[in-house]
């Protein structure tokens, strides 16, 4: 069955430190996207991909947060200074055949 | 208000019983919902979609839609102990081109099926 791949699994950091996680969407899958989960609530959109391009970025906390799709497949989310706050699961998706399939996700704590 | 609101819960039913979980959402352009199944410390899976008005069976689960009162619903009947998760709704507001899987969830609501 086809996956979405990310890692690492889980990561834990100093604030003020840089993050990244990695993303490789279901073979094929044009569209991606990022999104962050905190503890207790729903996933909230980040940033969304078609191909290479940023097709919506209007959520992502653009003075420390960056993501790329540099060849249109794999995908990097960076933080970078980390912040308490940012302590959440970044679940990446891609999207085909009317489904949108989430990765296992990458817990973050931030200390 | 919340664009996508779910029943607080957590909700507690015993095995065999009828589960019944709701969402209302605010934007009435909103053309597709869907409910995803959180296990702790998992991703979420998706369970059902629908995208018209009516009543859509799949197994145990059954999805209600009433886009005039802008509520969604999931009912799954003979609950099992492994349905013990957290259920996220999540609707595409606009849906079309590119933006089917932008989706904006709801809390979500913890289901216990205890034995």
């Known amino acids: 069955e086809a996956e979405v791949a990310q890692s690492p699994r889980y990561k834990i950091t100093e604030k003020s430190q840089a993050v990244a996680f990695w993303c490789d969407p279901i073979s094929g899958h044009a569209t991606l996207y990022w999104y962050r989960q905190i503890l207790g609530q729903g996933p909230e959109l980040l940033v969304q991909?078609?191909?290479?391009?940023?097709?919506?970025d209007s959520q992502l906390p653009k003075d420390r947060f960056s993501a790329e799709r540099l060849k249109g497949v794999d995908s990097t989310l960076k933080i970078q200074p980390a912040e308490l706050g940012d302590s959440a699961m970044y679940l990446c998706?891609?999207?085909?055949?009317?489904?949108?399939?989430f990765g296992a996700g990458s817990r973050l704590t931030v200390l | 208000q919340k664009e996508v609101e779910q029943n607080s819960g957590p909700l507690s039913v015993p095995e065999g019983a009828i589960a019944s979980l709701n969402c209302t959402y605010s934007d009435r352009g909103s053309q597709s919902f869907f409910w995803y199944r959180q296990y702790s410390g998992k991703s979420p899976e998706l369970i059902m979609s629908?995208?018209?008005?009516g009543d859509k069976e799949d197994g145990r689960f059954t999805a209600q839609l009433n886009k005039a009162s802008q509520y969604v619903s999931l009912l799954i009947r003979d609950s099992q102990p492994s349905d013990s998760a957290t259920y996220l709704c999540a609707v595409n507001a606009r849906g079309g081109g590119t933006s089917y899987g932008k989706l904006t969830f709801g809390q979500g609501t913890i289901l216990t099926v205890h034995p």
């Open positions: 998706a891609s999207f085909g055949a009317n489904v949108l399939t």
């Open positions: 629908i995208y018209s008005n």
């Open positions: 991909f078609q191909d290479e391009s940023v097709v919506d």
